[in-house]
């Protein structure tokens, strides 16, 4: 059986540009979580959740007791649909890439809801106090 190799992000330029994408403490999260801090709620950050059956996500905030699971997500990277747009450079690597990201959100969901928690997405555009009233309204209606 070949071995499939799949195509590269771009040339050597790129390997520091993707290299200086950071999977945690984004400047959306940071300021959604100084928010919640502010409101006084408490909560972990990058917590691998357990889950029965594949691969335990990692929500970008968790509320442990309530069971909440917030995901901060950037419109280029998980293809929001107001403002993502299909790469024109090298759409052969992103346009997959993109696609897989949005098909193990979706996995993700399901699998926490499936265990009882509540999954709650942010998108990097939305506005910090909505998004902090959205989430706290969710650990309110759980009391």
């Known amino acids: 059986m070949p071995i499939v190799?799949?195509?590269s992000p771009g040339?050597?330029?790129?390997?520091?540009n993707m290299r200086a994408n950071r999977r945690r403490d984004t400047a959306p999260e940071r300021a959604i979580r100084s928010e919640l801090h502010r409101r006084g709620l408490r909560f972990r950050v990058d917590l691998r959740v357990p889950?029965?059956?594949g691969r335990s996500p990692r929500p970008d905030i968790v509320f442990t007791r309530?069971?909440?699971?917030?995901?901060?997500?950037?419109?280029?990277?998980?293809?929001?649909?107001e403002h993502s747009q299909p790469p024109r450079q090298n759409?052969?690597?992103?346009?997959?890439?993109?696609?897989?990201?949005i098909e193990r959100d979706r996995e993700h969901d399901q699998r926490l809801a499936s265990e009882g928690w509540t999954v709650?997405?942010?998108?990097?555009?939305?506005?910090?106090?909505a998004a902090a009233d959205r989430i706290a309204g969710a650990l309110w209606s759980q009391t």
């Open 66 to 81: 309530r069971r909440v699971a917030v995901f901060v997500d950037g419109c280029f990277w998980h293809g929001c649909r």
């Open 5 to 7: 190799v799949p195509p």
């Open 91 to 101: 759409s052969g690597y992103w346009g997959p890439k993109i696609a897989r990201n």
């Open 51 to 53: 889950v029965a059956d």
């Open 11 to 16: 040339g050597s330029a790129r390997t520091p």
């Open 120 to 129: 709650i997405r942010v998108w990097e555009h939305e506005d910090v106090r």
